[in-house]
């Protein structure tokens, strides 16, 4: 999803809507901060883990590497 995506995305609801992430093991937590970060797209293969890669946590890949906008908690 890109930015533009998810602001059109967002505009379909009231502007003082709760924004959450999955939570470690379940639940939901709030988004506490936006990060700038550059990922390599589908640099993991094992189900457990999520698609895409932040680079400051990966080896060096053949991926593709792009900026990104992570939501954390």
Known sequence: MTIAELIEELKNYPQDTRVVVSGYEGGVNDVDYVKETEIYLN??????????????YATPSDCEKVPAVYLRN
């Open 43 to 56: 640099y993991n293969t094992a189900s457990y883990y999520g698609k895409h890669e932040e680079v400051e």
